[in-house]
Antibody
């Protein structure tokens, strides 16, 4: 069965860095684009970034451009989100999610999420 | 960026009720509209993709319709496990954006 397991969350100070990982299993990871979506406590969902199946293309929401980098290692079936220059407003649960098809049919499998807290 | 607006923000309903949630896009998004259900402490679950296609394993009481700027999610007969928050999402353009959510509560 498809499984996505995030890790790497924690408490960091503003301006610091953190790298999230998402370990995938149960499907051919290298065939799917992958996304990061975040959710602040008590708030709605915010799409953060996407990477193509082969890592050749990626896109970001404006609020993280230049600070976050999405990447993947298809040999390890793992998705990453490198987060630099973290701000208080980046505090959220971060979900990785599989793209259903060609970036247009939503996200059909999600991880359980990992909490990132940015606080002095 | 495309803004997605859901209405209502919350609603109260009883088991067996027919429930309709609306999502409006700030510009035409063709049929690039998806619906998710989220329960407390859990990841979202894809219900409907491409405006009206039912995701595998999702009960047929869920249906979606619409195109252009106006979309609806309908639950034909609300079940106890359907009390949750529902989000629409446009995948017409980057950044993909979500509606603010509609909370379906017990009446």
């Amino acid at each position: 069965q498809v499984q996505l397991v995030e890790s790497g969350g924690g408490v960091v100070q503003p301006g610091m860095s953190l790298r999230l990982s998402c370990a995938a299993s149960g499907f051919t990871f290298s065939s799917y684009a992958m996304h990061w979506v975040r959710q602040a406590a008590g708030k709605g969902l915010e799409w953060v970034a996407v990477i193509s199946h082969d890592g050749s293309n990626n896109y970001y929401v404006d609020s993280v451009k230049g600070r976050f980098t999405i990447s993947r290692d298809n040999s390890k079936n793992t998705l990453y989100l490198q987060m630099n220059s973290l701000r208080a407003e980046d505090t959220a649960v971060y979900f990785c999610a599989r793209d259903r098809w060609e970036l247009v049919q939503g996200h059909d499998y999600w991880g359980q999420g990992t909490l990132v807290t940015v606080s002095p | 960026d495309i803004q997605m607006t859901q209405s209502p923000s919350s609603l109260s309903a009883s088991v067996g009720d027919r429930v309709t949630i609306t999502c409006r896009a700030s510009q035409s998004i063709s049929s690039y509209l998806n619906w998710y259900q989220q329960k407390p402490g859990k990841a979202p679950k894809l219900l409907i993709y491409a405006a009206s296609s039912l995701q595998s394993g999702v009960p047929s009481r869920f249906s979606g319709s619409g195109s252009g700027t106006d979309f609806t999610l309908t639950i034909s007969s609300l079940q106890p496990e359907d009390f949750a928050i529902y989000y629409c999402q446009q995948t017409y353009s980057i950044p993909q954006t979500f509606g603010q959510g509609t909370k379906v509560e017990v009446k």
